[in-house]
């Protein structure tokens, strides 16, 4: 970054909320189908991201493809699904994890360590 520049501060995006539900995931994966490795999460957290990106792939080659927007917002929430059961194996409060990590982007984007600032 050159010297003199400023970066506007932001406020990165807030996930307060995220721990309950999260523990609501829990409470459910547990009893609808009982414990289960974070390998066996990860794995599924691959598959349904693979799924979603061969989505995007049919349609970034053909438009009109027939690719609709229902099966792409499943195969998102199936990403999400299985990345709240994988945290929940792995004991990663997600809540956490992601205030953590946005603080650090931020601070990163901030000291011109991100790539060019869009300009407003």
């Not at 970054?1 to 307060?16: A, H, Y």
């Not at 195969?75 to 946005?102: H, P, Q, W």
């Not at 000291?111 to 407003?120: D, F, K, S």
Request: hydrophobic share 40%; charged share 25%.
């Amino acid at each position: 970054m050159k010297e003199g520049t400023q970066v506007e501060t932001l406020v990165p995006p807030q996930v307060q909320g995220l721990a309950p539900t999260q523990q609501s995931f829990l409470d459910y994966q547990l009893r609808a189908f009982g414990q289960r490795s974070a390998s066996f999460f990860a794995l599924e957290l691959a598959g349904e991201c693979g799924e979603l990106a061969n989505l995007e792939k049919k349609l970034w080659r053909d438009p009109e493809c027939g690719v609709d927007a229902q099966h792409i917002a499943d195969e998102a929430a199936d990403v999400f699904i299985a990345l709240m059961n994988y945290c929940n194996a792995r004991g990663i409060g997600l809540e956490t994890a992601v205030r953590s990590k946005l603080e650090r982007i931020e601070e990163r984007r901030r000291q011109g360590r991100m790539g060019p600032t869009p300009r407003a």
